[in-house]
T-cell receptor
């Protein structure tokens, strides 16, 4: 069965510092991995995805993620955090045969302090 | 603006009442999904549709029914609401099998008392 783990409920980082939000996954076959962000009282917004190819994926708002097949991880990163990055972040996984059905992690709340 | 529209945005139901949540998308997407979001549990798939006239069960389908009579609309029904169905409901859509990211609606906050 497919699953996604986000081991941290909350990540705190100072503005200007690099940030990492962790994600590990379990899926049969090739994984298709996604990151979404949710601002208060809003729907989820797509940030980036890994389907195939380069292990480092760049997305919206300066975010990037690194796919590591041996560690089954897909951590979200940003070199310099902004206060406006504070939000709830979700990692999600699908496989090639699943009608694009996504399995989401529980979410990680990112708090960027001035 | 193009996108996914959910109605209503908020609703309070009494136990046993019924209601229908409407999701409409204007992007000609084939696939549509209903998720529920609960604290600490992320989003869980309720039902999904891969085209007009088709529906399928997701991870947590019990107590819900869906219909997709028109390609642009995906309805989620609660026949007899229970307090356990208190949640935030999100609709999403995407193009067919090319694994684009989902486009989400802004959600419906449902409280069952």
């Amino acid at each position: 069965a497919q699953s996604v783990a986000q081991p941290e409920d909350q990540v705190n980082v100072a503005e200007g510092n690099p940030l990492t939000v962790k994600c590990t996954y379990s899926v049969s076959g090739n994984p298709y991995l996604f990151w979404y962000v949710q601002y208060p009282n809003r729907g989820l917004q797509f940030l980036l995805k890994y389907i195939t190819g380069d292990n480092l994926v760049k997305g919206s708002y300066g975010f990037e993620a690194e796919f590591n097949k041996s560690q089954t991880s897909f951590h979200l990163k940003k070199p310099s955090a902004l206060v406006s990055d504070s939000a709830l972040y979700f990692c999600a996984v699908s496989n090639s045969g699943g009608y694009n059905k996504l399995i989401f992690g529980a979410g990680t709340r990112l708090a960027v302090h001035p | 603006n193009a996108g996914v529209t959910q109605t209503p945005k908020f609703r309070v139901l009494k136990t046993g009442q019924s209601m229908t949540l409407l999701c409409a998308q204007d992007m000609n997407h084939e696939y549509m999904y209903w998720y529920r979001q609960d604290p600490g549990m992320g989003l869980r798939l309720i039902h999904y549709s891969v085209g007009e006239g088709t529906t399928a069960k997701g991870e947590v389908p019990d107590g819900y029914n869906v219909s997709r009579l028109k390609k642009q609309n995906f309805l989620l029904g609660l026949e007899s609401a229970a307090p356990s169905q208190t949640s935030v409901y999100f609709c999403a859509s995407t193009e067919g099998q090319r694994l684009y990211g989902y486009t989400f609606g802004s959600g419906t906050r449902l409280t069952v008392v």
